[in-house]
């Protein structure tokens, strides 16, 4: 019977897909839940996380001067919640930028065009070169355990886009929508810095420490409705395809990974992640 963490939704003795390239090895190694009960990822973040270099993360976006920044807008509820933040809570001159990689449906990238036009923020819809969007697209189709899964691919591009997008409309930051950290070294911080050295990348929903009901209120004030896909997602449908192809191997969907991660940020509950995995067969 599998020992559950009693503070996320991490098991004894399971398998990681994803948290390899999210967390530090040395919370990973060894991994166990303890005789509380608790979970040593868990007990590494209570260790080393620090919400006042949260905060400053934040402060040093809102103090950016010009006050610009490039948005990722996946289509998804936490990059449209995080476009929505962005301009009309926190004033910023905002680009919003769609990496297309021919998985995101006709309705996500029309909402995500209408979302912005309301809002007067230009749209920039990205692709991968041809050669590059036909390797992607096979790699969806071959993945398997111990392959690289090709959402890292899309992220890739995506950040170099935007990194390309950001120095030409001269703005200091990238604003993700993604609701916990950005680099975990000696502690996890909500900001780091791009390839370019300069441009920061900010993960605003963990800065800002933003709940699903912040994420709710946002997207009403658009008028903006998201999606239920498949594999912890509300845009793209190769997340659902991951877990299809990987669950089995793995012992659990590789979205139980993303929602320890959301319930340790504090963006879900433990209740309400462990209601996600049993809605979606997780």
């Known amino acids: 019977m599998k020992r559950l963490c009693a503070r996320c939704v991490l098991y004894d003795g399971m398998q990681f897909a994803l948290l390899h390239r999210q967390m530090p090895e040395r919370t990973l190694a060894g991994f166990h839940v303890d005789n509380d009960g608790v979970c040593s990822a868990c007990r590494a973040w209570e260790r080393e996380l620090d919400v006042q270099l949260l905060d400053a993360d934040l402060a040093m976006l809102l103090m950016a001067r010009p006050p610009r920044a490039v948005v990722a807008l996946s289509g998804g509820k936490d990059s449209l919640s995080t476009l929505v933040a962005a301009r009309l809570e926190y004033g910023l001159d ?23 036009h309301g809002m007067g923020v230009d749209l920039v819809v990205e692709t991968a070169p041809p050669a590059a969007a036909e390797n992607f697209a096979r790699s969806v189709e071959t993945m398997g355990p111990g392959a690289e899964l090709p959402c890292f691919a899309c992220s890739h591009f995506l950040l170099d886009v935007m990194e390309r997008t950001a120095r030409a409309r001269g703005a200091k930051y990238v604003l993700l929508g993604t609701n916990y950290h950005a680099s975990w070294g000696s502690r996890p911080r909500a900001a780091g810095l791009m390839k370019d050295g300069q441009t920061r990348r900010l993960h605003l929903p963990f800065a800002a420490r ?26 793209c449908a190769v997340p659902g395809l991951v877990q299809v192809r990987l669950a089995p191997s793995l012992g659990h969907a590789p979205e139980r990974e993303d929602l320890a991660l959301e319930v340790m940020s504090g963006h879900l509950t433990r209740g309400e992640a462990l209601a996600t995995l049993a809605r979606k067969g997780g």
């Open 210 to 235: 933003h709940t699903p009901s912040d994420v709710e209120r946002n997207l009403a004030r658009v008028g903006a409705v998201p999606g239920d896909m498949r594999g912890h997602s509300t845009n």
């Open 94 to 116: 905002v680009v919003a930028v769609l990496f297309d990689n021919t998985f995101i449906p006709a309705s996500v990238k029309a909402q995500a065009a209408a979302v912005c």
